[in-house]
Structure formats: structure tokens, C-alpha cells
């Protein structure tokens, strides 16, 4: 029964941190944005964490630097498991405009496992919240899938 | 042996259950869901549900404990069971108006004491988990400590004085029955400046957004607790939550310690039950005022001005009560 009521409680609160690998400040905004009293989202129990050690959620923005690379590779393993890794806007996943840069590693999911991907440039609050809400749900499945 | 199995069982209902831990541990994750959404009306938001705080203790419950290679794993382990215990022991000397588990000559002082432990707990957890970031946190949370305890300990004396006279009186539970009989301390006007002062302790003890420079999340990363994951997070949390609750049931029996409904309708069970119910609602109004409110509508202090401010501002306004005391006011 406690093993059901945690991994309940995973989807109620998801603890966000936000690693910004050479962003343009765009999608960070419209994170910040998603907490704010418009859009809100601790109703969902979303919070922002400062350390990625109290971290659920991992939100990643840019299009990965190779500077931020390996800062980025050994964030993601200071998170405690289950944990989810999100990403955010086209950065990310394609490079965007930074495409075939010398100094970008693009598609993050080369060297990273990533749940979910939200598009945009820059991605709009409401996609943030429904991504961010999928990837809770997530949270619940891998925390179910550790009690088998 | 019969009787002395009862008296056994009796004790365990009270450490375990009643004034002890499910009950401190129930209302203190009810106060701080409260606090969470109180902030979140005041700045037109919707908020986290009421249960939020269960929500993220049992969710911290099921995530990864990791220790760091830097860290000391038994200190590291042990700190936050230590200031949870200490919590627990002082909710067994604070009394439900009336009605109280420990009570004694000094218990007012033991409190004082206990009060630290906590604390301390934060401190060694966080000296224990070898970051640098909770090195600055500890060097902030003492300078925090060392701020509030002079006008706390002011506080005490003032009130000690009003009940006692010349002999100082440092029994809560001699307090409360003072209370109960020349009308609640809240409503001296010679206490009513320590009164505002205990209303600015109480989120310094805490630790709540204007007074948080010990945890500053933005800045220091949440300072102790920045190594801290998994079960021993959770219970620095549930430690937070079931501060919350002590500090405002202190601040309800030194102030308001005289509303007991056992005069009206006889001492006993039911009589404790309300008292309980009473002791809550009275607690929320105190959350409501000294940590929501100042939480929605400030920023966070800098360390040196926290210490500046609660040296100048809170201690005297303390010292004005012990000053007005003495004189017989």
C-alpha cells in the first residue's frame, strides 16, 4: 500500500531542474514563465529545485555546447533514480539554427536518454505544462516499474 | 504488573500518538500545505493542493538515498533522525493548554535548549556531506541561530517575569494556568511588543522565505541540504513542517495560553480533544501571520542585515516588554 501511495505521490511532485546548455535565454523565460501566477503550475506540485540532487525532472534548453557537453553528462548522473529528462524547444533536438556549428553537439539524444521533447522556438507555456505533466506520469510508471 | 503495563502503554500512546510524534508530524504537514496555499492565494495563483506536503514526503520516500564519495555516511545519516528526534522530545513539553506530557519547574529553559537541536541537526548534516556550498549554508544557518535565540531568550525572560514577579516563573504549564486565570498574555499591553517579536522569531526558526538565507535555493543551491537525496531529504523536509507547528503552539501557550475549555465543560477526554482543535486553529492565524503573509511580500535578507535586524528591531522590541515588565506594568 505505501509502495502504491509513493509512486502516486511521484506524479504529484515532480521537482524540476533546469540545465541551460548555451541557450538563448528564450525557452528559459518560458519556463520561468510556466510558474508564474498566469500559468501556475504548482498546482500540479511542480517545483523548482536548486540542486540537481533534489530532482525529479531534469529540463534541459540550448543546443549543447561541446563546452557544456560533459557538464551535462555528469549533471544528469548526480540525479537520484527514477528521475525523467526533458527537453526543451528545437535546440536540442536538432541543433536549430545552430545546425552544423563546430561548437554544437546537437541532437542531444545522441549521448542522452530523453522522455520528452517539447518543440517550439521558443516553446509556448502551455506546451511546457503538457510536457512537463507527461513526463510525471512517466515518473509513476519507472517508480511502478522499481517495485516489481 | 497489570497496572504498570497499562502505565507502559499510556506513556507509548504519548510519545507515539497524542502529544507526540503522528500528531505533531499530521498537523505540521496540515500547516505547512496551509502555508503553500495561503502564499499562492495572496499572489493570485491557484496553489498546490492541501496535501501537497504528504505528496512530496512520500515521493522523497521513494527516490534514491545517495551519499556522497566526500561525505561521512554515518553522520550524514544520522543528522536528520537526530533533529527529528529532538523535535519530538519538545512536543511532549509543550502542553495542549492544560493538558501536558512532561511538565516541571524549568521546562521553559529544557525548551530553549531542545529548541536548538534541529538546528544543529542541519549544521552537522551539512558539514558531514563535504560540499562547499553547505559550507556557506552552515556559516549562515549559525549566524541565523545566533540572531533569533537573544530576542527569543528576552521573550522568555518577559514573560517569566509577568507570571512569576520577582521569582521568575519558567513553567509553561504554570504559564498556561496563569492564563487561565488573569486573562491571556496577548491582551497585557506591557507584552504586546514581545509578542510582535516571537511572530518575527518564528519564521527565523523556521526558516521561511525572508529569514531562508541558510537554504537559499537560488544562491547556495539549499545550502545543508544540497547533497541531500531521497529518505533523508524527506525527513529534513517533515523536520521543517513539524517546526512549523511547535514554534506556533509555543507562541499560542506563552500568548494565548488561557482559552482552555476544560473550566466549562470539566476536565477530561473531550475537554482535550477541543482544547487540541482550538490550539490548531489558533496556530494556522499564527502561521498565517508571521510566515505567509511576511512570505508573500518580501524578498530574502542578506545574512549581515538578518543579524543587523534581529539585534536592533526584534531584540528591542523585546527588551521594551522586560523593560515595561519590570517597572510592574
Known amino acids: ?148 | 504488573m497489570n497496572f504498570s503495563l497499562i502505565g507502559a502503554l499510556q506513556i507509548l500512546f504519548k510519545i507515539l500518538i497524542f502529544p507526540g510524534l503522528l500528531f505533531v508530524v499530521v498537523i505540521g504537514l496540515f500547516l505547512a500545505g496551509i502555508d503553500r496555499k495561503l502564499v499562492a492565494r495572496m499572489q493570485k495563483r491557484v496553489g498546490p493542493p492541501l496535501r501537497q506536503p504528504w505528496f512530496d514526503f512520500l515521493k522523497l520516500l521513494g527516490k534514491e538515498t545517495i551519499v556522497p564519495h566526500a561525505a561521512n555516511k554515518a553522520v550524514y545519516l544520522a543528522a536528520p533522525v537526530i533533529g527529528f528526534t529532538g523535535l519530538v522530545v519538545m512536543a511532549l513539553f509543550i502542553p495542549v493548554f492544560g493538558y501536558s506530557t512532561f511538565s516541571g519547574n524549568g521546562d521553559l529553559i529544557v525548551l530553549l535548549y531542545l529548541l536548538t537541536i534541529p538546528a544543529v541537526a542541519l549544521i552537522i548534516g551539512g558539514s558531514a556531506s563535504g560540499s562547499p556550498y553547505a559550507g556557506i549554508g552552515i556559516s549562515r544557518e549559525m549566524v541565523t541561530m545566533m540572531s533569533y535565540e537573544l530576542p527569543l531568550i528576552i521573550i522568555l525572560l518577559s514573560v517569566a517575569r509577568k507570571v512569576g514577579g520577582s521569582a521568575l516563573c519558567f513553567s509553561l504549564g504554570q504559564i498556561v494556568n496563569w492564563q487561565a486565570s488573569n486573562g491571556c498574555l496577548a491582551f497585557h499591553p506591557a507584552l504586546i511588543p514581545a509578542m510582535l517579536a516571537m511572530l518575527l522569531v518564528i519564521p527565523a526558526e523556521v526558516g521561511t522565505q525572508p529569514f531562508d538565507v541558510a537554504e537559499a535555493e537560488t544562491e547556495i543551491c539549499e545550502g545543508p541540504l544540497i547533497e541531500y537525496s531521497g529518505a533523508p531529504l524527506a525527513v529534513f523536509k517533515l523536520n521543517t513542517a513539524m517546526k512549523m507547528f511547535i514554534m506556533t503552539a509555543l507562541f499560542t501557550n506563552l500568548f494565548f495560553g488561557g482559552v482552555s475549555t476544560a473550566s466549562l465543560i470539566g476536565a477530561g477526554i473531550p475537554a482535550i480533544a477541543l482544547d487540541a482543535v482550538i490550539m490548531v486553529l489558533i496556530c494556522i492565524v499564527v502561521t498565517f501571520l508571521s510566515m505567509s503573509l511576511i512570505h508573500a511580500i518580501t524578498a530574502r535578507f542578506k545574512i549581515e542585515h538578518l543579524f543587523k535586524f534581529y539585534w536592533t528591531v526584534v531584540a528591542g522590541l523585546a527588551a521594551l516588554s522586560l523593560v515595561l515588565v519590570w517597572f510592574g506594568l
Open chain 1, 1 to 148: 500500500m505505501l509502495k502504491n501511495a509513493i509512486a502516486k505521490s511521484m506524479m504529484r511532485s515532480p521537482w524540476i531542474y533546469h540545465i541551460n546548455t548555451g541557450s538563448c535565454n528564450g525557452c528559459d523565460i518560458e519556463l520561468v514563465a510556466v510558474l508564474t501566477p498566469r500559468y501556475d503550475a504548482e498546482r500540479f506540485g511542480f517545483k523548482l529545485a536548486g540542486t540537481p540532487r533534489h530532482a525529479d525532472i531534469v529540463v534541459i534548453s540550448g543546443p549543447v555546447t561541446s563546452q557544456s557537453k560533459d557538464r551535462l553528462i555528469r549533471t544528469l548522473a548526480q540525479v537520484p533514480e527514477p528521475k525523467c529528462v526533458v527537453t526543451l524547444g528545437s535546440c536540442p533536438q536538432s541543433g536549430n539554427v545552430f545546425k552544423g556549428s563546430y561548437s554544437v553537439e546537437a541532437p542531444v539524444e545522441n549521448f542522452v536518454h530523453v522522455d520528452v521533447a517539447i518543440a517550439g522556438c521558443t516553446v509556448k507555456p502551455e506546451a511546457v505544462i503538457a510536457g512537463l505533466y507527461k513526463a510525471a506520469e512517466i515518473l509513476e510508471k519507472k517508480r511502478e516499474a522499481m517495485n516489481k
